[in-house]
């Protein structure tokens, strides 16, 4: 590959960086609009993060090395999960390693020391997110694993990038296709901590589940982690939106191309943060008992899906 | 609408007919699971109109109407009207062994696809791998009359199986004669009838919510009248 | 008009007079006239069935109005129409007995009209099941027995009844959705076949073309056929119902179960048997579906003998008899070939005949001793010196000792395994030992031994009785040319090869 295109890849990093604090604002906006509020602006949450970054960092005395390194490892993990998802073009080099396995094993990389963080300190809120976030993700992962089984035996691939273009050179209306979205979309509400999982803009104690992890952060710390957090809404917003709806995406390192792709994935993710917004206005934050149940739904759907896709899909 | 849609159309109403079956299984409580079983009538129907439509089977349209009223309506309406009038509406049986249930279920949905294999290759009908989801739909209504000890849940077994029965003989033969289609759904909604009967009689004797307890009959019991 | 005078209206009047029947009887409320209109509908299918046995001996096969007689159905159809005539007759004077005991209160009148009513069903669905061309309506009309005869099982309402119902209601309705996705797989073979797919259903289309047929869409069929019409028939493992139903319905219905409706459900495997054998000739699993049905028949036959000592409710005894008998004769079909096929014909005539007579029996006898449990059965003999003897001879019939008709039969079946496959008379006989033991040990105590206190005579009606005892004995004697032709040709329908 080209040095056109290494940059191209770094572009697309940056891109998360800086858009990802944007799709939070964006659906925080068109939440407070639909339940009548003015509420902040597109740019709080960058503002939050800038803010964070300027701020005195404390370190509780009871806590380890551990404790300090997490924000560190927990921003670089997303980051480099988010950049090898591809957000604006295909076939940039780092669609190499663009393996959706990869993306969720940096993830799950990321979610481990963010709840050993939270055991480390030693109090009972850190300990309680930490045991409710591995359960959350210990039924979430069976399910995207199975979701993203269905459209890799579909694309015969498990490569993000192949993945897409087979969608784009083989777009039909599958079942499969249909369960895989349903599944992929339950998983990543709850994977991001939204409502009905959980509620990121709670602080009440019995809730809580990713805000109790981070309870004790501070400063340069609690912004990384919120930024990683952004960034792991977005991954999952342009997951959704490149392998379902592939259309717009880039598949030539053009500049044209390229800044159609930007376009296209603006207006998906603008849509997508607006569903969002939607869904959660209408949910209700479900009690923490009744997880299992939805993501087993996940479960299930992700696995008829595949089973849809053996036997209704075979030899078509 | 061109034909292609329309196939796959099809194919995904099917697969939603399989999700349904789940979704009766896995649910605790009646309500949800009639629903589920309305649906799933629902879904066989228009599928079977799907299919008129394509295959130009006039035939199939007596069907479909005749199943949307039988097993989207007025059974379920039946089953809701008996819930509430047994005052069943709120009572919960949670599954014994969830996670068993759903690997049965799955490895029955495998087994009719391993089933069917020999079947549909002998087949150039674009429906025919719908048999499989069939079969999985009348083994899934098995499976839920067996795990389920709730009278009305098996009933609704039972009848999720007559779904798939239907929806076998719409996808791999496009129908049944007119007059075997009529009896069918004779005797089904004799049936439905006759379960209504037997709710309100074992309601009285308090089986209802548990049918492993009709177990006095045994070789040692005695036979005093 | 010339299809309509061969045979027309006898196979009219022999199926649906029951049919009409069922409405007549469920508006007369009189219990004393609603059991003679009773008698009176099945004394008229009875007479339309002698005067079609007369039109089929003159004209051959039948089609008419749907139906169809021929070799297969003829004697079946008398046979049905017959025991049915005698347990109408029989049901008459039990059921005005039981109006004042079991039936009493305010359900009773209620109870007794639906049970006339029902009792026609019964004999409409299995008479459609028999003679029907369709395949499809042969499932609609099995379904349609199951359905009659749930109610008819728990008219008592006891909970007892309510649970052999549910049970019996369960257990047979998933089966024969089974058996209806059998039929499916049926229709779906013969579509890819048949010039006219309109036709797929029809059994006589079905079997002219049986040869074309995908042998494993036909060997599924088959499975699915056998596992859901077997569950009818009784066939272990799916007999759990059987006993349960005989033993808490009323007397005269188990008597037509175990008489008829076995019969009934094995005649629809068997026509299914017959396409498969079709298309499975000449493929190297040609004889599976005989293996099936000879696997199904032994253990049936096991399980029957072994559950038979076990059974301390009479009208349990019995049905158990049943499932050993009708494993037996499932064994014969599996087996094939002319001999064991006329065999297993003969043996479904003469066990409908004598394990109805059976029942009728057992039914006065749980009367006289007001208790179906066998340990309070005792001294018939003396109490009621007819009911005694009786039972005894219909049991010694049963057992398959000579000169009866059971024993011809089980001699003829014997004979066949011996030369066709001798290794499995080792399973055979001692089942048939096994049963023979289980049947005296409980009906010797019953029919001789002390009088218990309390145990008085009633008023029996035995007529129905002799004379099913009568033919039983006459077709261990010998068998009439008529029913021997009969016999011959459904043999060569079935085996493939006349008898020698």
């Known amino acids: 590959m080209n040095t056109a295109g290494i940059a191209f890849s770094v572009l697309q990093g940056l891109a998360y960086v800086l858009l990802a604090p944007l799709l939070l604002g964006w659906v925080g906006k068109v939440k407070a609009t639909l339940q009548n509020r003015r509420g902040a602006g597109v740019l709080q949450p960058a503002r939050n993060v800038y803010k964070l970054l300027g701020k005195e960092t404390r370190v509780a005395h009871t806590a380890s090395p551990l404790f300090r390194i997490t924000p560190y490892v927990v921003f670089v993990a997303t980051l480099l999960a988010a950049a090898i998802v591809p957000l604006l073009a295909t076939n940039l080099p780092s669609a190499a390693v663009a393996d959706i396995i990869v993306v969720a094993g940096l993830l799950g990389l990321a979610r481990f020391f963010l709840a050993l963080a939270g055991m480390d300190v030693g109090t009972a809120f850190g300990g309680m997110g930490a045991s409710r976030e591995m359960m959350v993700s210990s039924f979430a992962e069976p399910a995207l694993l199975m979701a993203v089984f269905t459209l890799a035996w579909s694309a015969h691939s498990t490569n993000l990038a192949g993945i897409i273009d087979h969608q784009l050179s083989d777009a039909r209306l599958l079942p499969s296709m249909l369960f895989a979205l349903a599944s992929l979309v339950l998983v990543a509400v709850a994977e991001t901590g939204r409502i009905p999982v959980d509620n990121p803009s709670t602080h009440l104690e019995l809730t809580m589940i990713h805000e109790a992890m981070i309870l004790e952060y501070s400063g340069r710390h609690l912004a990384l982690l919120e930024w990683a957090a952004q960034i792991r809404l977005m991954l999952y917003g342009a997951l959704i939106a490149n392998i379902f709806f592939p259309w717009g995406i880039a598949t030539r390192p053009s500049l044209l191309a390229l800044a159609m792709g930007m376009a296209a994935i603006v207006g998906k993710l603008l849509i997508l943060g607006a569903g969002l917004a939607l869904s959660e206005t209408v949910a209700a934050k479900m009690r923490f008992f009744k997880t299992p149940i939805f993501l087993s739904l996940a479960f299930l759907l992700a696995l008829i899906g595949l089973l849809s896709h053996v036997i209704l899909e075979s030899g078509g | ?225 | 008009m010339n299809a309509l005078s061969n045979g027309f209206w006898p196979v009219v009047l022999t199926v649906y007079t029951p049919l009409l029947g069922i409405f007549v009887l469920a508006l007369i409320g009189r219990a004393q006239r609603a059991g003679w209109v009773n008698v009176g509908c099945a004394g008229v299918s009875f007479a339309a069935s002698i005067w079609l046995a007369w039109a089929y001996t003159v004209h051959g096969d039948i089609v008419a109005a749907g139906l169809r007689i021929d070799a297969l159905n003829i004697s079946l159809v008398v046979l049905n129409a017959l025991v049915g005539l005698s347990t109408a007759l029989f049901s008459r004077t039990y059921m005005l007995e039981m109006l004042s005991t079991r039936l009493s209160g305010a359900r009773g009148v209620h109870g007794l009209r639906l049970y006339n009513s029902l009792f026609q069903a019964f004999l409409f669905t299995m008479l459609l099941a028999l003679t029907t061309a369709n395949l499809g309506v042969l499932w609609v009309a099995v379904e349609g027995c199951t359905l009659s005869t749930v109610l008819l099982v728990s008219l008592y309402r006891t909970p007892e009844a309510l649970e052999a119902a549910w049970k019996y209601f369960m257990l047979c309705g998933v089966g024969i959705a089974l058996a209806l996705f059998g039929t499916v797989l049926v229709y779906f073979a013969a579509q890819h076949v048949l010039p006219n797919p309109a036709q797929g259903l029809n059994w006589s289309v079905l079997y002219t073309h049986r040869k074309q047929f995908e042998p494993t869409v036909m060997i599924i069929a088959f499975v699915f056929v056998l596992v859901g019409y077997g569950t009818k028939v009784g066939l272990v493992p799916m007999h759990q119902w059987l006993p349960d139903a005989h033993s808490e319905g009323p007397t005269p219905v188990s008597a037509l179960l175990s008489g008829l409706l076995l019969n009934v459900a094995l005649y629809a495997v068997l026509r299914i048997k017959l396409l498969v054998d079709g298309a499975l000739a000449g493929t190297p699993s040609a004889h599976l579906a005989g293996h099936l049905l000879i696997g199904f028949g032994l253990v049936s036959l096991l399980v029957g003998a072994l559950f038979l000592h076990r059974s301390r409710d009479i009208k349990r005894l019995f049905s158990y008899s049943s499932i050993g008998h009708m494993g037996m004769i499932t064994f014969g079909f599996g087996l094939g070939g002319p001999l064991a096929t006329f065999a297993a014909l003969l043996y479904m005539i003469v066990h409908s005949l004598t394990k109805s007579a059976v029942f009728i029996t057992v039914g006065h006898a749980t009367h006289i001793a007001g208790t179906q449990t066998i340990d309070h059965i005792r001294g018939l003999i003396r109490t009621q010196p007819k009911v005694g003897w009786t039972l005894l001879i219909a049991v010694v019939a049963l057992a398959g000792f000579p000169p009866f008709g059971l024993f011809t039969s089980e001699f003829l079946l014997l004979g066949a395994t011996m030369h066709r496959a001798p290794l499995l008379a080792i399973v055979l006989l001692p089942g048939m030992a096994i049963t023979f033991a289980g049947l005296f040990r409980h009906v010797q105590r019953m029919v001789y031994g002390p009088v218990p206190a309390g145990q008085t005579p009633v008023r029996a009606n035995l007529w129905p009785v002799y004379v099913q005892m009568a033919l039983v004995l006459w077709l261990g004697l010998t068998i009439p040319t008529l029913l021997a032709h009969w016999l011959g040709q459904a043999t060569a329908l079935v085996a493939g090869a006349p008898l020698p």
Do not use: C
């Open chain 2, 1 to 225: 609408m061109s034909g292609e849609v329309i196939q796959s159309l099809i194919l995904i109403l099917a697969a939603l007919v399989l999700f349904a079956s789940f979704v009766q299984i896995s649910r605790e409580r009646l309500l949800p699971a009639i629903h589920a079983f309305a649906w799933q009538g629902a879904l066989v129907a228009v599928v079977t109109g799907l299919i008129a439509a394509t295959g130009h089977v006039p035939g199939l349209y007596f069907s479909a109407a005749l199943t949307f009223l039988l097993k989207a309506l007025l059974i379920p309406w039946l089953l809701h009207r008996l819930v509430r009038h047994l005052k069943l509406a709120r009572h919960r049986e949670p599954l014994g062994h969830p996670i068993l249930t759903v690997v049965l279920a799955v490895a029955l949905v495998i087994f009719s696809y391993w089933l069917v294999l020999p079947i549909v290759a002998h087949s150039l009908s674009s429906t025919r791998n719908i048999l499989a989801i069939s079969l999985a739909v009348v083994l899934l209504g098995l499976l839920m009359m067996v795990v389920r000890s709730q009278a009305v849940a098996q009933v609704l077994g039972f009848m999720s199986m007559e779904n798939g029965l239907f929806l076998a003989a719409v996808s791999a033969t496009q129908g049944m004669p007119l007059v075997v289609e009529l009896g069918v759904a004779f005797d089904v909604m004799v049936a439905a009838v006759l379960f209504g009967v037997f709710f309100l009689e074992l309601g009285e004797g308090g089986e209802l919510h548990n049918v492993d307890r009709l177990n006095r009959l045994d070789e040692t019991r005695d036979g005093d009248l």
